[in-house]
């Protein structure tokens, strides 16, 4: 079985600060993890994934993340947060060996950028 | 290139009537996803088409949901009966076969209002 979480519903941060969006999965397998961004009124657009190799992945519009296999981590990053990265963001999670090709899905946490 | 793409952008019904919902993937996509985004929850799986083989259908709520994906393209989403908590965003994605690890691509969404 494959799950994901995001702890958080809402995370706040000045323009300007670094952010941190979390997730954290749990998978029989091995991984295959992504983020993806929800802006207002819009579909969900690909930011990155992590399938194999290097455990930092960088991705669109200055966002990172990090794998951690010892602690089922994901984490989004980025250094200096716009207040244009204001929206809701996903993160999603699909087991190697899950034989399913369904991802499934946390339940979002909303970005809010504060001027 | 053009993206996903569905319609309409907005359906408002009345209860008890029929809805058809269309998506248009990415051409090359082999693999098509309909999700269900309701107000503040995450995305609900519907059901998911890959190639010829038989459709996922695991993700729908009752018999009163069907899709079908003609020519291995366009996919319509039909819900009969239309009941007030059928109103939700509903999202189709595209990708090409999951087996490694393959990003989807969303359209828009169709906005499903239930009188």
């Known amino acids: 079985a494959q799950s994901v979480a995001q702890p958080e519903d809402q995370v706040n941060v000045a323009e300007g600060n670094p952010l941190t969006v979390k997730c954290t999965y749990s998978?029989?397998?091995?991984?295959?993890l992504f983020w993806y961004v929800q802006y207002p009124n819009r579909g969900l657009q690909f930011l990155l994934k992590y399938i194999t190799g290097d455990n930092l992945v960088k991705g669109s519009y200055g966002f990172e993340a990090e794998f951690n296999k010892s602690q089922t981590s994901f984490h989004l990053k980025k250094p200096s947060a716009l207040v244009s990265d204001s929206a809701l963001y996903f993160c999603a999670v699909r087991d190697e060996k899950g034989g399913s090709y369904i991802p499934t899905f946390g339940r979002g946490t909303s970005l809010i950028v504060h001027p | 290139g053009a993206g996903v793409s569905q319609s309409p952008s907005n359906k408002v019904t009345e209860k008890g009537k029929d809805v058809e919902l269309r998506c248009d993937p990415i051409?090359?996509?082999?693999?098509l996803y309909w999700y269900r985004q309701s107000l503040g929850q995450g995305l609900e799986f519907l059901i998911y088409f890959q190639g010829n083989s038989a459709p996922d259908k695991s993700g729908l709520p009752s018999d009163r949901f069907s899709a079908e994906r003609t020519g291995g393209s366009v996919s319509t989403l039909t819900i009969q009966r239309t009941q007030q908590e059928d109103s939700a965003v509903y999202l189709c994605a595209s990708s090409l076969a999951l087996a490694s690890g393959n990003e989807q691509f969303f359209g828009p969404g169709t906005r499903l209002t239930v009188l």
């Open positions: 051409s090359g996509h082999t693999a």
């Open positions: 998978v029989s397998g091995n991984p295959y």
